[in-house]
T-cell receptor
Framework: GQQLNQSPQSMFIQEGEDVSMNCTSS?????WLWYKQDPGEGPVLLIA?????ELTSNGRLTAQFGITRKDSFLNISASIPSDVGIYFC??????????????FGKGTLLTVNP | NAGVMQNPRHLVRRRGQEARLRCSPM?????VYWYRQLPEEGLKFMVY????????ESGMPKERFSAEFPKEGPSILRIQQVVRGDSAAYFC??????????????FGPGTRLTVL
């Protein structure tokens, strides 16, 4: 099946630093999504990307849909303590009647030192 | 709160018992998805349902697992004769549309199942 390779697995940074994480795949995706999961909660959608090359921002978060459709990255600028959590990328293929299935990466655990 | 609701939030079962997980989608959503998350892993698709229909259960184990979304009431994920390997977080998501290119799945808080 499809797999997403997400890196890094974990990051430990100081408050105020910028953060970058990415996902790569051997398969093409038509949609890339970035979610954040807090402990004991479900994933919350941060950014959705629908076109190759698209660059989208949501506050201090910026994500890009790779030109090859096989990768995406998420940047967080000027991190704050509440950015702590697990960040997941997810991809969705289009067409074929199964474009509802989300394939998730294994997550990046972000820890922010105040 | 109009979000996706799941209960119970935590469920403990002994091996061989049955586990029933419930999911109420967001108001106005008629599409429900179930995902399983093992420790330190991403979510894995299990099943996609619409009211009274299973659309895709390709990610669900053939044995012991079943899902339904009746005309009235919540969606139910049932695991019969649970084993230790079933211990995981089970998430439900709902969407208003049918997997369109910009359709968004909204996730519930999950049910953490522990099998002793």
């Amino acid at each position: 099946g499809q797999q997403l390779n997400q890196s890094p697995q974990s990051m430990f940074i100081q408050e105020g630093e910028d953060v970058s994480m990415n996902c790569t795949s051997s398969s093409i995706f038509n949609t890339w999504l970035w979610y954040k999961q807090d402990p004991g909660e479900g994933p919350v959608l941060l950014i959705a990307l629908y076109k190759a090359g698209e660059l989208t921002s949501n506050g201090r978060l910026t994500a890009q849909f790779g030109i090859t459709r096989k990768d995406s990255f998420l940047n967080i600028s000027a991190s704050i303590p509440s950015d702590v959590g697990i960040y997941f990328c997810a991809g969705r293929t289009g067409g074929g009647g199964s474009n509802y299935k989300l394939t998730f990466g294994k997550g990046t655990l972000l820890t922010v030192n105040p | 709160n109009a979000g996706v609701m799941q209960n119970p939030r935590h469920l403990v079962r002994r091996r061989g018992q049955e586990a029933r997980l419930r999911c109420s989608p967001m108001k106005g959503h008629s599409h429900v998805y179930w995902y399983r998350q093992l420790p330190e892993e991403g979510l894995k698709f299990m099943v996609y349902l619409q009211k009274e229909n299973i659309i895709d259960e390709s990610g669900m184990p053939k044995e012991r697992f079943s899902a339904e979304f009746p005309k009235e009431g919540p969606s139910i994920l049932r695991i019969q004769q649970v084993v230790r390997g079933d211990s995981a977080a089970y998430f439900c998501a709902s969407s208003p549309l049918s997997g369109g290119a910009t359709d968004t799945q909204y996730f519930g808080p999950g049910t953490r199942l522990t099998v002793l």
